[in-house]
């Protein structure tokens, strides 16, 4: 996998070759601390557990711009005044950036690849002339794409929503791009194809129907699996939750929600959750609960590692750099098996003063290597500490006699009476919240 550095007709980042792994005593920036993609941990190599995807959006799209000012970041991939040959250049930038780093995969949304035309047709034809370069990059680079997906949130036209809007028209057009994006995947062998409902939710309810909307959703839900289906798209298409931003309330608020949701129109299988952890923050959650929750469903499908800021009640995708948080994350993964056909993509990006163009390799460096000791610290607390065993002592009770005919449905009401009148008052069991604590501490 990633064999060879792509360089494409002009080399954009010409002082930094491929990233090696240096190990912790290391003071170059631009090395790998911890991630060592072929150290074996259990079995199955870093790569293989950790399946790292940069994004296309933040790392060539973006430039630093807020809602205060404008672009901070200079890129040399940026200079050509007509859009596809813009678009050109991009492409050829993150080629060299993702083989370089040496990430196996890559995400994009359909405008990050192509601009939008004039009309559908010419949107159309922008993608797939994009399409066709990109899979000559892939098969140069070994590079795959974990996943696509359209933008339904950047134009005007979805300001109302995109497969949620009150006008009927601007839902056909949301359907459109979404056709052309899941062409796109499936040309690209992509494993995975998200869709992120940033305006599929409301700003007021004076003026939304929160019933049709939701129904209007599913459906468009339901039309876009049934076409990826009939074009051969055999990987699994993702939901990513998020609470707020940019409208006040989207109907994806969470991984409960979308379960249930999912369950409730039939959509769970071919369905899965994509979780964020900046959007499980800012849904009062923590990353792991998230991941937790999905685990529990039997329904992750993949991960957009990021952080927010504890301070900040938005969304700032910084670059995850929290061990503590990065092992909880890796105990439910491990806890599941790994992820499969999913992986963490890199939904980060460098602040707005960061403005050399190395930033870029040192924010994915430090993600990378944030998970690659988050995975070795789990691991070792699986193999090692009492911690799952202590856990499932808990509920030792529910393992035979009466507390396992109650698991399976044997018991009734005024039974469960019964047994609380025999059994007398239960013991006191401590949580031993701080011992499970100390325990990820002694390991870290
Ligand atoms: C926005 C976000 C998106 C999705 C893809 O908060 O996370 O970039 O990941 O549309
Ligand atoms: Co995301």
Redesign the pocket.
Known sequence: MTATIFVGEREYFPAISAIPYEGRESDNPLAFKFYDRNKMVGGKSMQEHLRFSA?Y??TFCAKGSDPFGVDTQVFPWDSASDSMAAARDRMDAAFEFFTKLGVPYY?F?DRDMAPEGRSVAESEKNLSVLVSLAAERQQATGMKLLWG???L?GHPRYMNGGATNPDFTVVTHAAAQVKAALDATVALGGENY???G?REGYGSLLNTNTQRETEHLARFLEMSRDYGRSIGFTGTFLI?P?PM?PTKHQYDFDAQTVIGFLRHYGLAGDFKV?V?A??ATLAGHSFAHELQMCTDAGLLGSV?A?RGDPQNGW?T?QFPTDLYDAVQAMLVILEDGGLKGGGF?F?AKVRRESTDLEDIFIGHIGGMDTFARGLEVAYRLREQSSLGERKQQRYSSFDSGEGARFEQGHLDLAAMRDLAERGGEPLNRSGKQEWYENVINQYL
Do not use: S
């Open positions: 994004c959006w933040h995400c949304h997906t359209a933008n949130f998200v869709f992120w940033g990513e998020k931003e994509n964020e900046n959007h957009d990021n969304d995708d993509n939904d």
